[in-house]
């Protein structure tokens, strides 16, 4: 039998780039506006996820022939509103559901982020995460006044710094220091509130929080760690990790390394939930859902320079530079920015030319899955998948239309509940909770 296994949704800005698309609707006039988000959001409440991921990123890219130009033409990643101001939003909307919005550690410092998260943990009553993010571009650093990024590794070192900072001002309150004592004439218990004073090589902060506790004692943390370095991070600080795997036996050995690399930090393996990214296509038919894949493909070969061009900017290297029909000479490729990416994108891409690896460059499915069919063979194969790599459950992504969002809540999960592999109602009130239900 198999266990049950937890569902998140990863937000990313492809409602933006779907204002051209047959279920677009009308992004392209309100992009601007909140509704689209709050809609997901209660979607996904209503199918009973356990997290929304808002992606980010915080710069306008040139990475792509060194021109501005494709990014803003084509909607890639831009324009996008910070995950903070739209977690609120998402957060009010619902009463259930987490809401994880992306923080890059170097836009903030630990005393700013430690009061934003921990106040939306607070307003939301225990359902506000954060996903570390160390910076991948040099465009990104440059935007908030450096020079450029640290090394790759050295990223980590200072991002291990400012966790253990936040996690100090967290810590800083006892969850019941608000005591509320009318008789006693007491508000807040000073035995329970610290002065963690902490110093470190890049950051300090006297502490504590003037913000008060937050609900979950710290929020939820997510991380998406694949690089050796990145894998040490996730088992030392993350509560559910995303793991964008080629195919499901790395999925596997990754989720075994990270629980040995979390067992030797003194956590508990059970604790880490690691959640495969997928992107299924869901059709009332087998036939309706294999012209829909083939309908992307040709989608996909169509646009590939576009992709490239969102390749590069990830991984800060300008594909441009090399003939579209001709295989890729990755003698030489080497990356500052997101190397699990560049890894993934020259793996899959052996003997192909440009062009063709342009068309499955950020493909999501791990190689020889399908994920296509009816909401009944989708889930099938997602029980499937399960079994195989032992792991905890789906970052389930898309380009979020309503009408994908439907065939998610309406289609996909009453397959995957009536199977009683995933939760069909809430038993519990904190992001947290929900995670650890099983």
Known sequence: MTNKFHLAYFLTDSHAQAWGTA??????????????????????????????????????????GGSMDVYLRNGLSVPRRDPLMVAPYMLQATRHIGIVPTISTFAYHPYQLARLVGSLDQLSQGRAGWNVVTGSSQRALQNFGHSGMEEHDKRYDIADEFVAAANALWDSWDVDAVVADRRGGVLVDPAKVRVPDYKGEHYSTRGPLNSGP?????????QAGSSGRGRVFAARHA??????????????????????????EGRDPDSIKLLLMIAPIIGATREEAELKRQKRDADDLAAAELTLAKVSKIVDIDFSRFPLDEPLDPTGLKTEGTRSVLADFIAR????????????????????????GT??????????????????????????????????????????QDRGVVRDRYRAGMLRENLMEF
């Open 23 to 64: 279920w677009g609707g009308n992004i392209g006039r309100d992009w601007a506006l909140p509704d689209l988000y709050v809609a997901a959001a209660r979607e996904l409440e209503r199918a009973c996820f356990d997290y929304v991921l808002i992606e980010d990123n915080v710069f306008v890219a040139d990475a792509y």
């Open 214 to 222: 937050s609900p979950q004692g710290r929020p939820v943390m997510a």
């Open 239 to 264: 509560d559910t990790i995303v793991v964008k795997a080629k195919t499901l036996d790395y999925a596997r050995q990754y989720r075994k390394e990270v629980r040995e690399l979390a067992a030797s």
């Open 349 to 372: 891409n052996a003997g192909r030319t440009l062009r063709q690896a342009g068309a499955i460059a950020l493909a999501y499915n791990p190689d020889n899955t399908n994920l296509a």
């Open 375 to 416: 909401a009944e063979d989708v889930a099938a194969e997602m029980v499937e998948i399960m079994q195989h790599v032992g792991g905890d459950g789906f970052l389930i992504t898309g380009q979020t239309t309503r009408h994908f969002l439907a065939e998610v809540a309406d289609g996909l999960v009453p397959a995957l």
